[in-house]
């Protein structure tokens, strides 16, 4: 079955770490996003990607880093300059011609310790 | 600028009790009109959506109509069940914004049975 793999489900990580999310996708779609997601504050776009080796940032891209060296992988790095990474992280993407229709991978929960 | 405003949960219903969930938009042009639902610890997924005025989108039950002269797409269901506790978001896309989603911040429901 085609969809979007995130992993892992659940990071934990001391403070002055950086870590990668990574996000799969076998949908051959052409767009991914990155976004996150704190209680009550709906989602926020830290990064998008339309192209392979393009990418843009969104909304809140201080403290995050992306590539995209292939078209189904979009990884992100949240670094230790990022002053409040623990929140929910979830990737997306869609295909040209989709309608916004964007396919969710099921998240990855960051934890700083 | 777009933006999307929803109704501040929670919602707390009980089985089979009528939801409306309401949604309204600022945007330029004719944009297209999105709910999406996230059921407890996975990723958003698309629960339906309307692309020009006086479109329904329906899917589950659930309905929502695009009312242009009010800017709205409230999300309704006539009888709801235990299994459609989650958060819903309203969303919106607009011709050139390449391809990003504008989200509301999410109403949380919660169906007792």
């Known amino acids: 079955d085609g969809g979007i793999t995130q992993s892992p489900k659940y990071l934990f990580r001391k403070e002055g770490q950086n870590v990668t999310l990574s996000c799969e996708q076998n949908l051959n779609h052409d767009a991914m996003y990155w976004y996150r997601q704190d209680p009550g504050q709906g989602l926020r776009l830290i990064y998008y990607s339309q192209i392979v080796n393009d990418f843009q940032k969104g909304d809140i891209a201080e403290g995050y880093s992306v590539s995209r060296e292939k078209k189904e992988s979009f990884p992100l790095t949240v670094t230790s300059a990022q002053k409040n990474p623990t929140a929910f992280y979830l990737c997306?993407?869609?295909?040209?011609?989709?309608?916004?229709?964007?396919?969710f991978g099921a998240g990855s929960r960051l934890t700083v310790l | 600028g777009n933006s999307v405003t929803q109704m501040e949960g929670p919602v707390t219903l009980s089985e089979e009790a009528f939801l409306t969930i309401n949604c309204t938009y600022t945007a330029t042009g004719y944009p297209s009109l999105f709910w999406y639902v996230q059921y407890p610890g996975e990723g958003l997924q698309l629960l339906l959506k309307a692309t020009k005025a006086d479109d329904k989108g329906s899917n589950k039950g659930f309905e929502a109509t695009y009312r242009k002269e009010t800017t709205s797409f409230h999300l309704e269901k006539g009888s709801v069940q235990v299994s459609d506790s989650a958060v819903y978001f309203c969303a919106l896309s607009n011709a050139g914004n390449n391809r990003k989603l504008i989200w509301g911040l999410g109403t949380s429901l919660a169906v007792n049975p």
């Open positions: 997306a993407s869609v295909t040209v011609g989709a309608a916004n229709v964007l396919t």
